[in-house]
């Protein structure tokens, strides 16, 4: 027998779980289907990002920064250690805890919020009068009616061709959030977030870490000063970046994997390393949603087509996050799918995605929102840069931490901010008054007229608005 809701969410990531939770809160029967599994075969919802992306990452990032801190800058603050080591299974175990806590969070939330779970495979049955007939597949086979379906079903990695994930030596994001014990040499094609968030965990903790990347310029979403000064901090760590390589073969072979390329002056290379994370990106996936069922169109890449307000090519179908159009985060997901629900409802829900911050959680942190310098040049639109360093700021000196700097990017005449960029310490969380900030179409002399706390890391902020006029305080 089928059961009846207002609203069916496909998907329980950072995407889905929360527009489930706003459509029950404004008051629409709902429900959400997932299928990821915890290790004993239990619900563990929050896709990706919880399981094996975001969180995960997060948690093994903290516990090896910590490792780094003991060994090599505690005897700086008087703090004398004998006997280091590391127990990674211990950290390994912690990460695990700390991705259950966040799947139970979800859990509860959706007891609190009447949301109805299902665990198991969602995906289309039929069009039927008035909506859609959504079947589940888990350990008790459901069939859901709904007259609205949000589709929130995210992403895959992307394999090397020929070199198929095997989670033991070729690793995606899921296999490098296993590895067991530190890898003497470890290989990792791409170095966008991931291939430099988890190089930087094993590097940290003893591995030799080579990072091969096809593209001639090193993170090329960013601004080029902000890039320039990050590369500068991770080789000096012991990252060893390569770049326009051109992958030949990848090829598993006794106890690691062999990989042949050429560099980016076309000389044939190989390196054998005892693991290769592969991070070049990733897919939408819409593996067993039986779009064909009812028409749903889908693009070239496989994604979901959407127009502007996250609606597909059939009444009632919307989708959000990885599986459409726009960058692949957790926090784009997250305002997509609060989005959907207001709109389901008759409200005008909004996402800007001129404000969406983007951060990379290494050490330095980089964080970024809006234009870069090469953006604005290449526009032709007149601006004016103010930067600030970590080095000339009181609370990092303090912390031990004076890499990187803050830049702010100014339209010439109207003074609007048009892009802020940060490498340094804690950018992840200094970026959130930028974003502030140009929500509210505020002026670079909006921040340096602001009254910051003294000492904070957010003196950076302010300094480097003062520095759009040419009008530092403390450097």
């Known amino acids: 027998m089928s059961k009846n809701f207002d609203v069916v969410v496909i998907g329980g990531g950072p995407g889905g779980y929360i527009a489930a939770i706003r459509a029950a809160q404004l008051g629409f029967n709902t429900a959400c289907i997932d299928e990821w599994k915890n290790a004993a075969g239990g619900p563990a919802p929050g896709g990706t990002c919880t399981n094996v992306g975001c969180i995960p990452s997060k948690a093994l990032l903290q516990s090896s ?52 779970f299902f665990h198991g495979r969602g995906s289309f049955g039929k069009a039927v009068e008035g909506g859609y007939e959504i079947s589940v597949a888990g350990k008790t086979a459901e069939t859901l009616t709904a007259k609205h379906v949000i589709l929130a079903t995210g992403s895959n990695a992307r394999a090397l061709p020929g070199a198929p994930f095997d989670e033991e030596k070729i690793l995606s994001n899921d296999g490098a959030l296993r590895i067991g014990a530190v890898p003497q040499k470890l290989g990792i094609i791409g170095a966008g977030v991931i291939g430099l968030e988890m190089g930087s965990v094993w590097r940290r903790l003893g591995a030799d870490v080579t990072i091969l990347e096809g593209l001639p310029t090193f993170l090329g979403a960013a601004d080029e000063q902000i890039a320039k000064e990050a590369h500068k901090a991770f080789t000096k760590q012991g990252l060893k970046i390569e770049m326009g390589v051109n992958i030949s073969e990848v090829k598993a072979e006794g106890e690691g994997v062999a990989i042949a390329y050429a560099d980016a002056k076309g000389a044939a290379k190989s390196l054998v390393v005892d693991k290769l994370i592969v991070s070049i990106g990733r897919v939408p996936n819409t593996i067993g949603l039986n779009p064909e069922a009812v028409g749903l169109q889908l693009d070239e890449r496989g994604a979901i087509v959407v127009d502007a307000e996250c609606k597909t090519n059939l009444p009632g179908v919307w989708a959000v996050g990885d599986v459409v159009r726009g960058p692949m985060l957790a926090h784009k997901a997250e305002e997509e799918g609060v989005a959907v629900a207001e709109r389901i409802a008759g409200q005008h829900g909004h996402v800007n995605f001129d404000t969406i911050p983007w951060v990379i959680y290494t050490s330095p942190e980089i964080a970024w929102v809006g234009q870069t310098e090469q953006a604005l040049k290449a526009a032709g639109r007149a601006y004016k840069a103010g930067t600030f360093p970590f080095l000339a700021n009181g609370r990092a000196r303090a912390l031990g931490d004076t890499t990187g700097m803050v830049k702010f990017l100014a339209d010439a005449t109207s003074d609007e901010i048009l892009g802020v960029h940060i490498v340094g310490p804690m950018a992840s969380e200094l970026i959130s008054e930028a974003v502030v900030a140009m929500e509210f179409k505020a002026s670079a002399e909006d921040i340096a007229r602001i009254c910051h706390a003294h000492p904070s890391l957010s003196e950076a902020t302010k300094e480097a608005a003062l520095a759009v006029d040419k009008r530092t305080l403390n450097f």
């Open 65 to 116: 920064e910590h490792f780094e801190h003991a060994a090599k800058h505690f005897g700086d603050h008087g703090i004398s250690l004998d006997n280091l080591k590391m127990d990674v299974a211990k950290m390994v175990g912690r990460k695990d805890t700390v991705v259950k806590q966040n799947n139970d969070g979800i859990l509860y939330l959706f007891k609190k919020n009447k949301v109805t």
